[in-house]
């Protein structure tokens, strides 16, 4: 039994006339004598019975055809339901950020308007990203400038600052502003080394023969601003981990570099599939980016 036997059988039920209901169904005669033999055979019962020139159902008949009806509402019922998904090639997108913070801003609206889209957010290193990216087994990624693969397509989303979280009961709290020679020999809370923002911070520090005093290394923004609220040690952060919300018990305070920035990227391969839910969200992440104003010290 298959649905297009049902439906077949249906038709015949509404005409009881093996010719009319043919016609209907944009078949011949005994093509659709074949398939109600069929159904009866599969079923191992008679359907139908003559009645003069027309047909009328049998008891086992009429059952199948309460069900059937209620068959094919069930289906036609799927169909509606499964409208707004109509030419969906996605359910999920996978995105890898260097820090969860650059994912967050639009999140939540993005999931608004595409409910039926998983957001996978990762966070990887930007080396990492990248190379997933090529793999493909990332789809996008917002990432630190670094060198990009041919394959990948690059855009410059904002210049972020790279900026130091001071512990308000240590003494440099006080300043207006601080130089990266200030924070000689003071106690410090960085990323980790595979992080390419520590390679930044590690060649501004040597350029100004900066001898840092490392207490704590992280594997992320949010926990090097975490220990530094803690009142440990002064956390070099990006400005943009503070965005969505302030930060208590620190200063944060710029440093004269006399600039201290790193571009943040929003990358994909070029072959990537840009239906509508990934057009909207690369949409969503520049245009966000683009009309952001950075917090300033």
């Given at each position: 039994m298959n649905i297009k036997q049902l439906q077949s059988f249906l038709v015949l039920c509404d005409e009881r006339h093996y010719g009319r209901a043919a016609n209907r169904l944009f078949i011949t005669q005994p093509t659709l004598s074949q398939q109600i033999k069929q159904l009866e055979t599969s079923l191992k019962t008679i359907l139908f019975r003559r009645k003069g020139r027309n047909i009328e159902l049998t008891k086992a008949g009429a059952i199948l055809q309460q069900h059937a009806e209620k068959i094919m509402l069930a289906l036609k019922n799927a169909e509606n339901d499964l409208l707004p998904y109509l030419h969906?090639?996605?359910?999920?997108?996978?995105?890898?950020?260097?820090?969860?913070?650059?994912?967050?801003?639009?999140?939540?609206?993005?999931?608004?308007?595409?409910?039926?889209?998983?957001?996978?957010?990762?966070?990887?290193?930007?080396?990492?990203?990248?190379?997933?990216?090529?793999?493909?087994?990332?789809?996008?990624?917002?990432?630190?400038?670094?060198?990009?693969?041919?394959?990948?397509?690059?855009t410059v989303l904002f210049e972020d600052e790279i900026i130091a979280a001071v512990p308000v009961n240590h003494p440099l709290a006080q300043e207006t502003r601080l130089s990266l020679e200030q924070l000689n020999d003071q106690p410090l809370i960085v990323l980790n080394e595979t992080l390419l923002l520590r390679n930044v911070i590690n060649s501004e520090l040597n350029k100004r023969k900066v001898i840092p005093n490392i207490i704590c290394e992280l594997d992320n923004h949010y926990s090097c601003l975490e220990y530094a609220q803690a009142q440990i040690g002064i956390a070099l952060i990006t400005r943009s981990v503070c965005r969505s919300s302030a930060p208590k018990n620190v200063r944060l305070m710029s440093l004269s570099v006399p600039a201290f920035f790193h571009s943040v990227m929003l990358v994909h391969n070029n072959e990537l599939l840009l239906d509508e839910p990934m057009l909207c969200l690369l949409s969503q992440i520049k245009h966000f980016y683009s009309h952001d104003a950075q917090p300033t010290a």
């Open positions: 969906q090639q996605r359910d999920r997108i996978l995105l890898g950020v260097s820090g969860s913070h650059l994912a967050l801003p639009v999140f939540g609206q993005f999931t608004r308007l595409h409910p039926e889209i998983s957001l996978n957010v990762k966070e990887l290193s930007t080396e990492q990203t990248v190379k997933h990216i090529v793999a493909n087994t990332l789809e996008i990624g917002i990432v630190y400038q670094t060198v990009i693969p041919a394959q990948l397509s690059a």
